[in-house]
């Protein structure tokens, strides 16, 4: 039986997961290798292995709504997107709040984890542990892994012809922590992600020059849409979750063209992928369009080969007198702590039920928090993978058979539109799980009981289920109903909008104007009725 669980990293996978083991009646430790909760969250002026790292300027793609604890709503003031050093704020205030510093074992890293001898009968696991130059070996009943995904930088040097004799400075984003050193400098960023982006944005304003190499493109999307609502508080719901997967591709995808007018995309600012398609993740940024047209950040395709001072691209331009290359290309999977064949199992993929759950494993007793990535907020995603592993843990919940995990697994990998398990890097493959949020969510919640019953909620509570089904997916929804039931989630739900309205109304004139997503959903569907109806009176 699952008693002692042992929690790897101190970030918000691991804080959801002492929570959610306390909340079982089970009995967590938690190795955290720095002297801070956070995880990535913690901004440190230098990066060290083993270790996640960002950039100071670093501001959240999810409005603070969307990705709150479901039962810890953000203060009503807090901006809609943080600046980094307000998540940290929040996520030490959740910490002591729910009094889980007690079982955090800081600046202990872990340097193994491996089976028990008994490990077909008991499941346990064997957990070396390193503080002070001192190890210690400790027996834990179970595992739940939530180091993420954000620490091994991916550093395509051997995909780059002659850039072993470039005379210039090159280094990973993970390495970059503001602008200043790079003044009057002549810069390549390589990558058109987030990071690169915001790297590439942030330089324009103190480098000579900075230019993007890019090989797909992307779309760039911005935070504010409607009414300056933020994107995810109209685009993160269930009915728009529902045309997207109910209607055909090129259908959804023309409305999404006619609904989205904050994408941009044009082809030529370089910036639309190769084959072009609205499944493709996009990239936020509010000012790269701009800093594009005033001429300071450019677009080019990748880079053919680099010189002793310049770069190559395969348009047969150059780049001259490079002083520094930044590598935005993402990161690799690993954790050196554990034997790759216990995640990895075939042509050296990470193989995951629901992202979680190795299916080879004889006993359901290790579990990844984490690691799955979808157009949706970590945090929550975290809070209800951990509910559901500690429920497996404690023989609440069971597994299907490895068979069946196996059936879909590939049937989920082989949704390439809809559900995206294995996304592929420019520059290798990536082993970050994809998937949609909300069809992610609803599983892992009807797994527990805590998936939200849209029907009996509209015979039970109309004005309830109307923001619910209509209105933003906000994480208060998986705390609504069934085990782990949140009070405070109906009324959090009802006044989300005001807490989104709060720290914008610093100088209000006039009465604010709530969004209307049913209505303006509507006025979209309109046009091709229309369409149809005038081509049925001509034919």
């Known amino acids: 039986m699952v008693k002692r669980v042992a929690i790897i990293g101190a970030g918000v996978s691991g804080l959801a997961s002492i929570r959610c083991c306390l909340e079982e009646g089970l009995e967590p430790t938690c190795f955290e290798r720095s002297n801070e909760v956070g995880g990535l969250w913690e901004f440190s002026d230098h990066s060290e292995e083993g270790r996640a790292s960002i950039y100071k300027s670093v501001f959240t793609n999810s409005s603070k709504e969307m990705m709150c604890f479901p039962d810890f709503p953000y203060p009503d003031d807090y901006p809609n997107y943080m600046h980094q050093s307000k998540v940290q704020e929040y996520i030490k205030t959740f910490a002591q709040k729910n009094n889980l510093l007690r079982y955090i074992q800081f600046e202990t890293l872990v340097t193994s984890i491996k089976k028990c001898p008994n490990f077909l009968v008991t499941g346990q696991w064997e957990i070396v542990s390193e503080k002070d130059e001192k190890q210690e070996s400790t027996i834990f009943d179970a595992v739940m892994i939530c180091s993420g995904h954000h620490v091994y930088p991916n550093l395509p040097t051997d995909s780059f012809p002659g850039l072993d004799r470039f005379q210039g400075h090159f280094l990973h984003s993970r390495d970059y922590k503001g602008p200043e050193v790079y003044k009057g400098k002549r810069v390549l960023v ?26 797909s493109g992307s779309w760039v999307m911005s935070r504010v849409w409607d009414d300056g609502y933020p994107w995810d508080m109209l685009y993160v719901t269930r009915f728009a979750s529902f045309l997207r997967n109910a209607l055909p591709s090129f259908v959804s995808d023309w409305l999404y063209v006619k609904k989205m007018n904050t994408w941009f995309k044009h082809e030529n600012y370089g910036l639309m992928p190769l084959n072009s398609t609205l499944r493709k993740e996009p990239v936020f940024n509010d000012e790269l369009p701009s800093r594009i047209l005033c001429g300071t950040v450019s677009i080019k395709p990748n880079v053919k080969e680099f010189t002793e001072t310049s770069a190559v691209f395969e348009d047969g331009t150059v780049f001259e007198a490079i002083d520094y290359v930044i590598f935005a290309t993402g990161y690799g999977y690993a954790y050196p702590f554990l ?56 023989n609440s919940c069971t597994l299907p058979t490895t068979n069946e995990m196996m059936d879909d697994i590939e049937e989920k ?26 069809t992610y969510m609803d599983e892992l919640g009807s797994f527990i009981g805590a998936k939200p019953n849209i029907p009996w909620l509209f015979l039970t509570d109309p004005q309830l289920a109307l923001e619910v ?15 782990g039931k949140w009070d405070g989630a109906r009324n959090a739900i009802l006044t989300q909008w005001d807490r989104t309205l709060k720290p914008t109304r610093t100088r209000a004139v006039s009465e604010a104007k709530r969004p209307q997503p049913f209505y303006n959903l509507l006025k979209i569907l309109l046009f091709p009725v229309l369409l149809l109806a005038v081509l049925l009176a001509f034919y």
């Open 413 to 438: 990998m082989g949704k390439k539109l809809k559900c995206v398990f294995f996304c592929f890097l420019r520059f290798g493959q990536s082993q970050t799980l994809q998937t949609d949020y909300i």
């Open 190 to 215: 390589i990558g058109l992600g987030n990071s690169g982006c915001d790297i590439a944005v942030e330089l324009s304003h103190l480098v000579t020059q900075v230019i993007i190499s890019t090989r």
């Open 339 to 394: 034997d790759d064949s216990i995640i990895k199992s075939r042509n050296n993929e990470v193989t995951l039920f629901k992202g979680i759950f190795p299916p080879f494993l004889e006993k359901p007793t290790l579990a990844v928090i984490g690691l799955v990535q979808s157009l949706g907020a970590t945090i929550p995603t975290a809070d209800l993978q951990a509910r559901w592993v500690v429920k497996v843990f404690a």
């Open 469 to 483: 089904y209509f209105g933003p997916c906000s994480p208060y929804q998986f705390r609504l109903m069934g085990p």
